[in-house]
């Protein structure tokens, strides 16, 4: 074995020689790649700012002096960020000294390494903590680190060339990762208008649905070998030239000097891209276009929950809530009563929450297009409720809306949370206690995004893609069971709860009109891609007219309500953080035998639709939530509206949003022509809707029980 060499970690020399037989000038590793990867950032950082400038909906345009802005901010985060991202360069620096092959120090590390992956291996580790893939990774991390050392601790002659393989993959993996997260961010950009929020990573969360997504909905094997050929072509171009030095890197004192400099650009990037990311325009998209994609997205991780009381304005404790008990119609006991009587006849309910079903796919609403056909006939018989809005811009924000009727909570979801248990607040508790059979049925796994979880313990029995046995699917994607075997699910269900004798409720989840979008053939007519959003869009509307069709030979359908309503917009992005049209759903309450068709105009929001229901067919309950009764004359029309930290509060013509480090914006709303609107900032607050946005906003996030 060689003996020791005094080698410690620093940032690279400057310094480069030439070889003089070949005319190829020898370069340090680490600042070679790390200079390369900064140009190469910084380039494609620009790239990628023009490309989704120009993806922006038609009725969105910037200044001059907007571009300027967003793209000179642009330049300076990806600077930062850029440095920042070189931080495991410098720790895989630390590696390229040929002291730890000295026996003794080879020695304890081979031992060192063979005991954490025997750790890994054999016990409960700490990874098990973090569950999903994070033991597997551990396992598979540290045996390469063990086969790789012990490789070249024992074979001396592999060193150089396991070195320079080494260098030359780190390389490509810091290329093929930053092509494949820029076209990422190209992705959802398209469909969600924004760059990497917490979406994305509650995406990372779920692996298996996001991959298989993916899969689906692009030819992903032929993209990845073009960014494999397109990841060898740049360190190619970049690199013909040079070659890397791979031994004698660096010696204390420069190390020493050479950290200390990284690491104060480190810290001065981190701090500038906290400022920058704080930055804010009238113009949402230009907030969007001077972020940095990667940066948005570790601060997503970080911050996904928020507490409350830190990043908000507030109200005292007792006024806050004196005001939210008389805004929600709730006595001093935080209760109120809703229904006439609990007739002997209780009617069953089935509310269809679907998939991103924006109110403008609707011909009702102004789509020329013919999507909804099924949707378009039933409204006609139905009671309509043509101003309500979502209250946030996803699945569960959906569905935490229309099962616990209270304002959407700054941060993840009261569904995701593990303090679920809501107690009397679940709309599936309260028909439980009236007698009623609840469930909640869905065509993919529930364990997505928790809703198994949730509803399990809120009072629901859940029925998901696991209950339905294989010879009863007829099409099923990444995300479950088509629309149509999930209602054919139901039917059997409801059979079954009808023979029990028992009132049933059942919340049924859809998921047919979601990327990849795709369906059965065969049901629907498509000019042109089948699979697109609106082609799911016609599906969907196929397989509910079905389901209503189906339902109609059944015993039990005289007496039973559906409520048809999605659980989001297809998008939620525009020129402000809030844009109220983004956040307009259809609703329908069809129930010929029961209810009298009817046009309800009132602006209301998701949280009012149950409560209001609950009122129509007379179902005598105390509850505590929020949501009101629409039809009730003491109702003041309002809706709320959400992203996971901008709270919107939407009555009369001011939209009044709450955001983190407790700033408060309110818009002067007007409608457009073209069914969306203008918000436009007011110079002079209305203090007393700032007060009722802060009212329900702090008593939803701050004092609602959880069991």
């Known amino acids: 074995m060689s003996g020791p060499h005094l080698y410690l970690l620093t940032l690279p020399k400057n310094k480069q020689t030439m070889d003089k037989r070949t005319n190829v000038i020898t370069k340090n590793p680490i600042n070679f790649i790390g200079t390369r990867f900064l140009k190469l950032y910084l380039l494609i950082g620009f790239i990628l700012r023009i490309i989704l400038m120009w993806n922006v909906p038609e009725d969105s345009s910037f200044s001059f002096w907007e571009i300027i802005r967003f793209l000179s901010v642009g330049f300076v985060t990806d600077i930062c960020m850029a440095i920042l991202l070189a931080l495991p360069l410098q720790i895989i620096n630390l590696g390229l000294n040929e002291a730890k092959y000295h026996r003794v120090t080879g020695w304890i590390i081979e031992l060192l390494l063979t005991i954490a992956f025997a750790y890994v291996l054999f016990f409960h580790t700490i990874f098990h903590e973090y569950g999903g893939g994070a033991p597997k990774i551990a396992r598979i991390f540290l045996g390469w680190k063990l086969f790789s050392f012990s490789i070249r601790f024992f074979i001396p002659r592999t060193r150089e060339t396991w070195r320079k393989v080494s260098l030359y993959t780190t390389w490509a993996v810091y290329v093929f990762l930053l092509l494949c997260v820029t076209a990422g961010e190209y992705i959802f950009w398209g469909e969600f208008g924004v760059r990497y929020n917490f979406i994305a990573v509650d995406y990372l969360i779920y692996t298996h649905e996001v991959i298989g997504n993916i899969m689906e909905s692009y030819s992903i094997v032929p993209l990845i070998g073009i960014t494999l050929l397109l990841t060898a072509a740049i360190i190619f171009l970049q690199s013909r030239h040079y070659k890397l030095k791979v031994t004698h890197l660096y010696n204390a004192k420069k190390f020493l000097i050479h950290l200390s400099i990284y690491m104060v650009l480190a810290i001065s990037s981190y701090f500038i891209l906290q400022g920058t990311h704080a930055l804010q325009s009238n113009n949402q998209y230009v907030t969007q276009l001077e972020q940095n994609g990667a940066c948005d997205f570790v601060i997503a991780f970080q911050s996904n929950k928020l507490e409350y009381d830190k990043f908000y304005t507030m109200l005292p404790k007792q006024q806050c809530v004196s005001q939210y008990r008389q805004q929600s119609g709730l006595n001093k006991e935080g209760k109120k009563t809703i229904g006439e009587s609990l007739a002997p006849q209780r009617p069953n309910i089935v509310l269809i929450t679907v998939e991103s079903l924006s109110a403008d796919f609707l011909t009702r609403y102004g789509n020329k297009e013919n ?135 059942a919340q049924i989840m859809t998921t047919s009109n979601h990327r990849p979008y795709t369906y059965p053939s065969g049901r629907i007519k498509v000019d042109g891609d089948p699979n697109t959003r609106e082609a799911a869009v016609k599906y969907t509307d196929y397989a509910i007219g079905k389901f209503i069709n189906d339902a109609r030979k059944k015993a039990w359908f005289q007496n039973t309500v559906f409520v048809v309503i999605a659980d989001h917009c297809a998008s939620s992005a525009g020129k402000t953080s809030l844009p109220i049209d983004r956040y307009h759903i259809p609703c329908l309450i069809y129930a010929p035998a029961i209810l009298q068709p009817r046009k309800i105009e009132t602006i209301c929001s998701q949280i009012d639709v149950m409560p209001t229901l609950l009122s129509l067919l007379k179902l005598r309950c105390t509850v505590s939530f929020t949501g009101q009764d629409i039809l009730a ?75």
């Open 371 to 505: 999507l909804t056909p099924q949707l378009d006939k039933l409204m006609q018989g139905s009671i309509v409720f043509d101003s309500l809005y979502a209250a946030g811009n996803r699945t569960v924000r959906g569905l935490e809306a229309l099962s616990l009727c209270i304002p959407p909570s700054a941060g993840e979801s009261i569904i995701k949370r593990k303090a679920n248990r809501m107690g009397n607040l679940s709309i599936g508790r309260i028909l439980s206690h009236l007698g009623y059979k609840s469930q909640f049925i869905y065509g993919g796994d529930s364990y997505f995004d928790n809703m198994g979880d949730f509803f399990s313990h809120n009072g629901y029995e859940v029925i998901d893609r696991k209950n339905i046995p294989d010879n009863q699917v007829t099409f099923a994607n990444i995300w479950g069971v088509c629309d149509e075997d999930i209602f054919n699910k139901s039917l059997q269900v409801f059979d079954k709860d009808y023979q029990s004798k028992l009132p049933f409720f």
């Open 633 to 707: 004359p003491t109702y003041h029309p309002h809706a709320f509206m959400a992203t996971y930290q901008d709270l919107g509060y939407l009555e009369g013509n001011r939209l009044t949003v709450l955001s983190p480090v407790r700033n408060i914006r309110q818009y002067i709303v007007r409608p457009l022509h073209d069914g969306t609107f203008e918000e436009q900032p007011t110079k002079q607050m209305n203090q007393e809707l700032v007060r009722k946005a802060q009212a329900y906003y702090q008593y939803t996030n701050l004092y609602v029980k959880v069991q």
